[in-house]
């Protein structure tokens, strides 16, 4: 499979050429450590255990376990987009030793005729501010940034109509009903979490966001599975910025995932994380290999302030690299300050020889315009998976 590089015009070839140059400089060579192996059966067997482990240990967090009780309920259901698409509302349910929780899901099956390939999207604002759908239930949990949004506010987030009508099923869920992402970050979303159903013995030293949201796509996967118009072979997920680092995340934990798409997010070394700006998001074991405290800060300062802080065991490239041999590609912006491409390029080209033992590769995408999620990018997304993984 060859490496696809997309790009939305040549006006901004020159920022494409930038970020290669600053990625085989030996600045950012020298940030971070790649452990290789010389096979795929050593990676699978010696290594990607390891990496796994320290990332658990170490940065992001330990998983919930899955619950004793699991249920999905159909709450409604009807037809959408002209008759294109059927939409299907269910609540999740999970019950524990020390009470409940539950979340909603839309769903929208396309009318093919066939099982159909499916995108598992966690979104910010609830999963009805996605689409016009007068049908689509409110979100009446905590949203990002606490802030109330209307019907159909971010449509601009994903061309839901569009997925459906080239053949895709696609199911989404706001993902601060399973972890909500307070603001101010200090404040300890826990016991809000679906953490509160769990006995206390069975709580992590250190409870986290991420591997706590990566619970949440599973529970979804879990539900996908029991929907017979999915083709469950051909399940992605995709992310935007935290989302999109946690997208892989789920994916390394979570092999029914066979393609992750990491928007914006989830491609810097470690030694460029804004630990201590999100400290509900990274581990204590995280802050041996960076102090960061600022966000938006240029490639350069990042590589700067690295060179003062030891190498992890095993970074980021490694990490994502524990995908293979399924499916992962990358997705970046030029203007992007939050996930710099110059950062993102770094990762694929020291994860990509993993990849390669498998005989595989990553998808790199690169429009022009700041950090954001768009309709180019799912076009690229639906791109890959039909061309590439001929989905």
């Known amino acids: 499979m060859k490496k696809i590089i997309f790009c939305a015009s040549v006006a901004f070839a020159c920022a494409v050429a930038q970020a290669f140059t600053l990625v085989g400089s030996g600045a950012l060579a020298a940030c971070g450590t790649v452990r290789r192996a010389a096979s795929a059966e050593e990676w699978m067997r010696e290594v990607r255990p390891r990496v796994i ?41 999970s019950a524990d030793a020390c009470g409940s929780h539950s979340f909603e899901v839309l769903v929208y099956l396309p009318h093919s005729g066939n099982p159909a390939p499916a995108f598992v999207y966690p979104n910010f604002s609830g999963n009805h501010s996605l689409v016009d759908d007068p049908s689509v239930r409110m979100f009446d949990g905590y949203p990002y940034g606490n802030k109330r949004y209307e019907r159909g506010a971010r449509k ?18 706001c993902y601060g009903a399973i972890y909500p992402d307070y603001t101010p970050s200090t404040r300890d979303a826990a016991p809000d979490s679906v953490w509160r159903m769990f006995s206390k013995d069975r709580w992590p030293r250190e409870v986290l966001a991420h591997p706590t949201w990566s619970w949440g796509s599973m529970r979804v996967r879990d539900l996908l599975e029991t929907i017979p118009e999915i083709d469950q072979a051909k399940v992605a997920i995709a992310g935007q910025s935290r989302m999109g680092k946690n997208s892989i995340e789920t994916g390394v934990h979570d092999e029914r995932f066979k393609l992750v798409c990491a928007n ?23 802050k041996p290999y960076v102090a960061r405290d600022r966000l938006g800060q240029p490639v350069e300062v990042l590589i700067a302030q690295a060179a003062k802080f030891p190498d992890p065991l095993f ?26 491409p110059a950062a993102s390029r770094m990762l694929l080209d020291r994860a990509d020889p993993i990849f390669k033992l498998f005989g595989k590769s990553i998808g790199w995408h690169l429009k022009e315009g700041p950090h954001s999620i ?15 993984l001929k989905w």
């Not at 997925?163 to 989404?172: P, S």
């Not at 914006?264 to 995280?286: A, Q």
């Open 53 to 93: 482990e320290f990332f658990d240990a170490n940065i992001y967090g330990r998983l919930p376990p899955r619950p004793t009780k699991l249920s999905f309920d159909l709450v409604e259901r009807g037809s959408a987009f002209g008759g294109a698409a059927e939409r299907r509302q269910y609540a999740v349910r």
């Open 156 to 173: 601009d987030r994903a061309p839901v109509e569009e997925i459906v009508r080239r053949g895709f099923a696609f199911a989404t869920f």
């Open 264 to 286: 914006c997010g989830g491609t810097k070394s470690l030694k460029f994380l804004p630990n201590l700006v999100y400290p509900h998001w990274f581990s204590e074991g995280l």
């Open 315 to 340: 970074d980021q490239a490694e990490f994502a690299a524990c995908i293979a041999p399924r499916a992962l590609v990358i997705s970046a912006a030029t203007d992007d300050r939050s996930s710099p």
């Open 374 to 388: 768009t309709h180019e990018d799912w076009r690229f997304f639906m791109d890959y998976a039909r061309n590439e």
